[in-house]
């Protein structure tokens, strides 16, 4: 399948999706695209940058969700063209993503609303690649049904992305299984690292356990995934979103590093 221009035949290196949770400036977004840039043409890895102009499932009201679908389009546009990068983001509604297409390579469908028909369709329509976050509550066998959606409305180009499981109160569980199940009902598979070690809900700020994002992506990196999605940021204790889960920008080289390493014994 060609995912943007990439090759996903099952033996290809995986590929990266990266960028901060949230569009907080302008500065911000640049900056952080040109290192990603510069780290991926670097290691050799198929790069798309990553960020939201809205997070509407925030936990609190008074919660930071970003500079809005105009102003956000505007700078991810910029961002893809001063750089010359495929763009990811969210979208999160039905009339939403016909401006989204304009932009993004990528749509992302987010977790909470990853078996609504009307946006599954409507994103489809557009043309682009849609990656869906498998929701917590879904088991990986469902994930064919949210695919057969999108053939069905000419969708050609697709992923789904795990991010683990509900697991009790405020804690999410990573099945290593969960990737195979999901591959093997030809669905390319990405590991979301980063909204994996969430501890959602518990207060007005979701909380999260950032050390084990490493440990995580190498046991994903082991299991064959096609694809790798981090939340990134300059200094994620200070970030406006996922502050507790957003992984540091300067040591993300050096864990690509090991989990190029990894893919490529597994994948030899």
């Given at each position: 399948?060609?995912?943007?221009?990439?090759?996903?035949?099952?033996?290809?290196?995986?590929?990266?999706?990266?960028?901060?949770?949230v569009i907080?400036?302008?500065?911000?977004?640049?900056?952080n695209a040109?290192?990603?840039?510069?780290?991926?043409?670097?290691?050799?890895?198929?790069?798309?940058?990553?960020?939201?102009?809205?997070?509407?499932?925030?936990?609190?009201?008074?919660?930071?969700?970003?500079p809005?679908?105009?102003?956000?389009?505007?700078?991810?546009?910029?961002?893809?063209?001063?750089?010359?990068?495929?763009?990811?983001?969210?979208?999160?509604?039905?009339?939403?993503?016909?401006?989204?297409?304009?932009?993004?390579?990528?749509?992302?469908?987010?977790?909470?609303?990853?078996?609504?028909?009307?946006?599954?369709?409507s994103?489809?329509?557009?043309?682009?690649?849609?990656n869906?976050?498998?929701?917590?509550?879904?088991?990986?066998?469902?994930?064919?049904?949210i695919?057969?959606?999108?053939?069905?409305?000419?969708?050609?180009?697709?992923?789904?992305?795990?991010?683990?499981?509900?697991?009790?109160?405020n804690?999410?569980?990573?099945?290593m299984?969960?990737?195979?199940?999901?591959?093997?009902?030809n669905?390319?598979?990405?590991?979301?690292?980063?909204?994996?070690?969430?501890?959602?809900?518990?207060?007005?700020?979701t909380?999260?356990?950032?050390?084990?994002?490493?440990?995580?992506s190498?046991s994903a990196?082991?299991?064959?995934i096609?694809?790798?999605f981090?939340?990134v940021?300059h200094?994620?204790?200070?970030?406006?979103?996922?502050?507790?889960?957003?992984?540091?920008?300067?040591?993300?080289e050096?864990?690509?590093?090991?989990?190029?390493d990894?893919?490529?014994?597994?994948?030899?």
């Open positions: 399948m060609d995912y943007c221009g990439y090759n996903l035949d099952g033996k290809q290196r995986f590929f990266l999706i990266a960028g901060p949770c907080e400036s302008r500065d911000m977004i640049f900056r040109e290192y990603l840039k510069q780290v991926t043409e670097r290691l050799g890895l198929f790069f798309i940058f990553k960020s939201s102009y809205d997070k509407a499932n925030r936990s609190s009201i008074s919660s930071f969700r970003g809005g679908i105009d102003e956000g389009l505007k700078i991810l546009s910029d961002v893809k063209h001063e750089f010359d990068l495929k763009i990811l983001t969210d979208v999160h509604s039905p009339e939403e993503t016909s401006a989204v297409s304009e932009v993004a390579d990528v749509l992302q469908i987010p977790a909470f609303l990853c078996r609504q028909t009307d946006i599954l369709v994103a489809a329509h557009t043309g682009k690649a849609i869906v976050k498998k929701g917590q509550f879904l088991a990986p066998g469902d994930a064919g049904n695919v057969e959606k999108l053939i069905s409305s000419g969708c050609k180009s697709y992923s789904v992305t795990e991010r683990g499981f509900s697991f009790g109160y804690n999410l569980i990573v099945d299984r969960s990737f195979d199940i999901i591959k093997s009902q669905i390319p598979v990405i590991f979301d690292a980063t909204h994996s070690a969430q501890l959602p809900g518990g207060g007005a700020v909380g999260g356990e950032r050390h084990f994002i490493p440990l995580l190498r990196a082991a299991a064959g096609d694809g790798l981090m939340e940021h200094s994620p204790e200070q970030a406006l979103c996922d502050a507790s889960n957003q992984f540091y920008l300067n040591r993300t050096e864990l690509l590093k090991t989990l190029i990894i893919d490529n014994i597994v994948k030899s």
